[in-house]
């Protein structure tokens, strides 16, 4: 089969073995496989993510100078059954599959290892436990977003964004983006997008986002006092004095009515924002820039060093928290959503491409004026996106 390999950061259209099916494998024929941005990093940065992932307890990640098959967003159609699988999702049944893989004797992510080629090829190998039927007829280019749609869905739910809450997206690739969208699907009333791009600006409005923010001209968070949200300490501290100086005045225990405002919600809050660039420096400047009592959600891939200030955290009491992948349930009912209308995954695909256009479209990636996602056809002899 005809596949592209990723050796030392050159792409190569090759020809692979058939792969072998082992049990509670299914084999599938490629409809689709979305460009992904861990994909553009593994490419020159693989040892270093292979690095990370070994302090994290996983040592199987690719290395630079291994030759290894990108590719884990992706749609196909059922062509084999491995062994020991239970055969209850027929041939020719389109499906989409969590990208992980039990083989030589571990679980592996397809795509990110040599151990687990991917699906930047004609056929692609996934656990039967792990894979789920494309439901409503959903097109292919959609169906292969459900990967990058899982990931914005986990980020959103671990975000635990209330309706009346204000999101602020930093960022609008097509993480952000797909964040944005998952955001409005969930039924928040007020998501700010912010992006130097205006191509990426325009695809956030097209996403659903209520305000665009150009950075280069405005803060995204200018507008957040207007919300209610506390900008400065010296203001929170005025408020302490005058609402216990009002308790005071009750004819009851002030802590009791002070407990009861907790229990009802009504402390200091602040939005939530999510990180999506994945730069060295942004962090920090969300934690200086935001409001107070801020929950930061970091989705973006930081792969260089950073430094924040903790200090500046701790004054303003800051929420960080890093997200990866999602869980067998979100990926579902990502799925599910794209199927049934309740997020439309269009706008975040810009171009389309066969295996011997990968190169090309890596490049065009390059330029955010002209792309978020790109996809792969293995079937098509387009070489330019």
Not at 327 to 350: N, Q
């Amino acid at each position: 089969m005809k596949a592209v390999t990723c050796t030392a950061t050159k792409l190569e259209v090759v020809e692979r073995p058939a792969p072998a099916l082992e049990k509670g494998h299914l084999l599938l024929n490629v409809l689709r496989c979305g460009i992904c941005g861990s994909d553009l990093h593994a490419r020159h940065h693989a040892d270093e993510m292979a690095d990370a992932a070994a302090a994290a307890g996983y040592d199987g990640a690719m290395r630079l100078e291994q030759e290894v098959v990108l590719g884990h967003e992706f749609v196909g159609e059922v062509a084999d059954h491995g062994p020991g699988t239970r055969k209850s999702i027929r041939a020719g049944t389109p499906v989409v599959a969590m990208p992980v893989v039990r083989t030589r004797g571990a679980a592996h992510p397809v795509g990110l290892s040599v151990a687990a080629p991917g699906a930047y090829a004609e056929q692609v190998v996934v656990q039967e436990s792990l894979t789920m039927p494309v439901p409503n007829g959903l097109r292919p280019e959609l169906a292969a977003l459900t990967e990058p749609m899982a990931v914005a869905w986990h980020a959103v739910r671990r975000g635990q964004v209330k309706k009346g809450q204000v999101a602020v997206v930093i960022g609008c690739g097509p993480i952000g983006l797909g964040v944005i969208s998952m955001l409005k699907a969930s039924g928040v009333r007020t998501v700010i997008a912010s992006d130097f791009s205006a191509g990426r600006r325009a695809l956030a409005e097209a996403c659903g986002a209520d305000v665009v923010v150009d950075p280069a001209t405005e803060s995204p968070y200018a507008s957040l006092k207007d919300h209610g949200y506390y900008t400065k300490v010296s203001t929170l501290l005025e408020l302490a004095i005058d609402s216990m100086a009002k308790l005071r005045r009750l004819p009851l225990p002030w802590w009791h009515v002070f407990r009861a405002a907790e229990a009802l919600g009504a402390m200091p809050d602040g939005p939530v924002v999510f990180e999506c660039v994945g730069v060295p420096g942004v962090i920090d400047e969300i934690i200086a820039a935001a409001p107070l009592v801020t929950r930061v959600i970091v989705v973006g891939v930081c792969m260089a060093p950073d430094q924040i200030r903790p200090s500046i955290a701790i004054n303003k009491e800051i929420d960080l928290r890093f997200v990866i992948g999602y869980t067998p349930k979100e990926f579902r009912d990502s799925l599910h959503m794209l199927a049934e209308g309740k997020v439309d995954g269009a706008p975040l695909i810009t171009g389309s491409v066969g295996l011997a256009g990968v190169e090309n479209a890596f490049n065009a990636l390059g330029d955010p004026e002209k792309h978020a996602k790109i996809m792969i056809d293995p079937r098509s002899d387009a070489t330019q996106p």
